[in-house]
């Protein structure tokens, strides 16, 4: 169907966190299931370029795109429900904005005019939301507006949409998602801070078109009625959002509440395409009916928070849904573990993945827990900083090089086996300076990694600074070890191996970038199917 390329917004009230970038990918791809190009891009309002150099206790993972964009890890959710690739174009911070807006202004580009938030900063984010839309790419751009109605800096995002409203005029429609609490003591949904919320978005210029409403009880058509009188929206655009065992179950709600059918109507898309969720479908019916379970233990600096490892998680339950079984994963400190209370700690998992990360908190505990997976052959995966952690690990135990080390963690030991990029010794500045992206890996073949990806050229995301030293190589392979993947161009190390043992592979890349509910990521699937045995 050709249409002129729609715009949806997506907006927050009344509390943070209540889920804007699982109700925009499930609206997508819900679209998408109706035959539509879709695509979905964040604005966030904080002044940082991009996330990269945020703690991850800070703002969770910090997702990477093809191009290199290190970005919210909103954009995994986009990836993962839609199986399109994101990129640059699809994250806008603040900062971007306005370090745009200036360099432009020393350039000379404003003629002298006095720069403002009003014109200048506006138009910069609306030159930013229709990049996609000009691509030509898309039918539907749905952009996600970050932080809550109300916070002092979303304003200029809230006022570009509010003059993208008139300009755009039928092809353009806000999406506000809001919360109805429950108060326990009088049996009751409330609906006065949904009402306000609105009502501090109508005060800003904007109308919304349609309300999704989170919340824990069904909400009755007398609460529908009264939210529609009282925010100006009809009756049948006020969309429950009941709160969902796993996040792949929102797409099914949100077609049960309509939510497609009611945008395209007020986008004045007429003619409905028969909707196409069998895939989704079939993930689902695999995920909540597991025929096994395995416990799988994840070991990082940063498990408290969970969101720092956001893609590793969803992809153990893609590759869990391949096969057949739940995947229970087993969130353990790397700080708490010591050489002495290793085997209490790790006993009775039967998979153990070390998770990447920066700095030398917690390093030691990812290396027992690897020496620990490698002699007692428990499947082992190591991702990134895992994957060094792994070559550090054998270079002592079986090498014999007792203060081998990274010089990120050990600028002075003797036996640097992972050290820093040749391209990055000369590199100050920290945001966006990393080795970040898509590169290309060869594997040789007849090794695990071979047969796990089935082909010998392949391309994956990175995000570090340092890496194996090749000086090291001879000593490495001497010993067994094998290093299956290598980048062609640079000659770097990609893949450890350890084909003594039934499942140990460690990555410098971040597999779990591109793992997706239509393609779960080969190295998961085989990792889970191992860990089964």
């Not at 779990?512 to 699937?525: D, I, W």
Request: net charge neutral; hydrophobic share 35%; glycine share 8%.
């Amino acid at each position: 169907m050709s249409i002129n390329t729609k715009y949806i917004f997506v907006t927050g009230g009344v509390t943070s966190s209540l889920g804007k970038g699982i109700i925009a990918a499930s609206l997508a791809k819900l679209l998408q299931a109706r035959g539509f190009t879709v695509t979905i891009q964040k604005l966030d309002p904080y002044i940082n370029i991009d996330p990269g150099t945020l703690n991850p206790y800070e703002h969770g993972e910090c997702y990477v795109t093809d191009d290199g964009a290190e970005t919210d890890l909103d954009l995994g959710h986009y990836e993962r429900f839609l199986n399109v690739r994101t990129s640059q174009a699809n994250n806008v911070t603040t900062g971007r904005i306005y370090q745009s807006v200036i360099e432009k202004e020393r350039k000379g580009e404003f003629l002298g005019k006095t720069v403002q938030v009003i014109p200048h900063i506006t138009d910069e984010i609306k030159n930013r939301i229709k990049i996609l839309g000009k691509t030509g790419q898309y039918q539907f751009v749905i952009t996600e507006i970050g932080g809550t109605v109300g916070d002092i800096e979303s304003l200029p995002y809230i006022e570009a949409v509010r003059q993208l409203k008139w300009e755009l005029e039928h092809d353009c429609v806000v999406l506000h998602l809001t919360l109805l609490p429950y108060l326990a003591t009088s049996g009751e949904l409330k609906t006065k801070p949904t009402q306000h919320s609105v009502k501090m978005l109508l005060e800003y210029g904007v109308q919304p078109d349609v309300l999704v409403c989170r919340s824990e009880h069904p909400i009755g058509k007398d609460i529908r009625k009264k939210i529609a009188l009282f925010c100006n929206v009809s009756q049948d655009a006020v969309i429950e959002a009941l709160d969902a065992p796993t996040i792949y179950e929102v797409p099914l709600l949100m077609e049960q509440e309509k939510l497609d059918e009611i945008i395209l109507k007020k986008l004045h898309v007429n003619g409905l395409p028969d909707m196409h969720l069998e895939k989704w479908k079939n993930f689902l019916n695999k995920f909540h009916n597991p025929q096994k379970e395995v416990t799988i233990g994840l070991i990082g600096k940063y498990v408290e928070l969970k969101e720092s490892y956001k893609s590793i998680a969803e992809a153990f339950i893609h590759a869990g849904a391949v096969n057949d079984c739940k995947v229970r994963v087993e969130w353990i400190h790397s700080e708490s573990l010591t050489e002495d209370n290793i085997e209490k700690k790790l006993k009775g998992l039967q998979g153990i993945l070390v998770a990447p990360g920066f700095g030398n908190r917690g390093i030691e505990g990812k290396v027992a827990a690897i020496k620990y997976a490698r002699e007692k052959n428990v499947p082992f995966l190591g991702i990134c900083l895992g994957m060094q952690c792994a070559v550090i690990e054998f270079a002592r135990n079986v090498l014999g090089l007792k203060d081998a080390h990274s010089r990120e963690m050990n600028p002075a030991t003797n036996s640097p086996v992972i050290d820093l990029l040749e391209a990055q010794k000369n590199i100050s500045h920290m945001g966006g300076t990393m080795r970040l992206g898509s590169y290309p890996c060869k594997l040789e073949e007849g090794t695990l990694a071979y047969n796990i990806y089935g082909r010998q050229d392949i391309n994956e995301r990175h995000r570090h600074r340092y890496e194996f030293n090749n000086e090291y190589t001879k000593l490495f392979k001497d010993a067994g070890m094998v290093l299956s993947g290598l980048n062609p161009d640079a000659g770097l190390v990609e893949i450890i191996e350890l084909p003594t043992n039934r499942f140990f592979i460690g990555v410098q890349f971040h597999p779990e970038y591109k793992s997706t509910v239509e393609n779960p990521h080969p190295l998961f699937v085989s990792f889970v199917k191992a860990a089964l045995g």
